[in-house]
């Protein structure tokens, strides 16, 4: 069975919105894992605009599942994660003004620099897992650093699973072929939802984890409001 991590930026950034204490974070997650799922997912960003460095320290000590940091390893990120001793770290190469994760790391070019990271991870006991594009030779190059896993970025087959899912899946079945090949665990996320999971779990083999944060939060809400509606109808009457 495929592991669900759920990434609560969004949690993080809906508190933010008002500068209070609501949604409560670490009641989310808690429920969250309540509610079954697997893992948490928190990708802390450099200017802090979702997740804090606080809230990874915070949820360190009441996430009970497997605890996922996502991030680019600049010097601050390795400090935080060095000191959380997460389950997985999942290195993922953002620019710094990046709305969100847009490409997967060039793991020929930034191979050795991706060795030396995750030597330092795996030293920590940490396990490592990098966030690559689904090309067989990005996924050799992931190999050669070291990593437990790779996250196969999922936005391009997000993106064209409503036009021809068929043709969107193709490259990701054949990084994950070679992924198993050269026994490497395979994780994928970015742009997942109930529409397309189904599929892409269906048709990559080996697919241990996957982490969902926008979608499932966004499909929560909608879920939520025709019962929340009518509550606060009741409310008033
Ligand atoms: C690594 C990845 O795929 C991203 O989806 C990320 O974790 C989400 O980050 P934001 O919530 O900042 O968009
Ligand atoms: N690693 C991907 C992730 O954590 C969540 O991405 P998204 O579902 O918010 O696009």
């Not at 770290?89 to 003004?97: G, I, M, Q």
Request: aromatic share 6%; net charge negative.
């Amino acid at each position: 069975m495929t592991k669900l991590s759920v990434n609560v930026n969004k949690i993080a950034t809906l508190r933010n919105a008002r500068g209070g204490n609501v949604p409560n974070l670490l009641k989310v997650a808690s429920d969250i894992e309540r509610f079954g799922a697997h893992g948490i997912t928190i990708h802390p960003r450099p200017d802090e605009r979702h997740i804090r460095y606080q809230d990874a320290r915070d949820l360190k000590d009441i996430v009970t599942t497997e605890f996922n940091i996502e991030g680019n390893p600049n010097p601050k990120f390795i400090d935080l994660v060095l000191a959380i001793k997460p389950d997985q770290v999942t290195l993922v190469p953002d620019a710094e003004d990046a709305i969100t994760s847009n490409a997967g790391w060039d793991t020929q070019k930034h191979k050795s620099f991706l060795k030396e990271v995750i030597k330092e991870f795996k030293n920590a006991g940490i396990r490592t897992s990098i966030f690559v594009d689904p090309d067989p030779k990005m996924v050799e190059g992931a190999k050669e650093t070291g990593t437990d896993r790779i996250e196969l970025y999922t936005e391009s087959y997000a993106t064209g699973y409503a036009t021809d899912r068929e043709r969107a899946i193709l490259p990701f079945v054949e990084a994950a072929k070679k992924a198993n090949e050269l026994e490497l665990g395979i994780n994928a996320g970015h742009d997942l939802s109930l529409d397309n999971i189904q599929y892409f779990g269906q048709n990559i083999p080996g697919l241990l984890e996957v982490s969902i944060g926008h979608a499932l939060i966004c499909e929560s809400i909608y879920l939520g409001l025709e019962n929340v509606v009518n509550m606060y109808k009741n409310k008033l009457k």
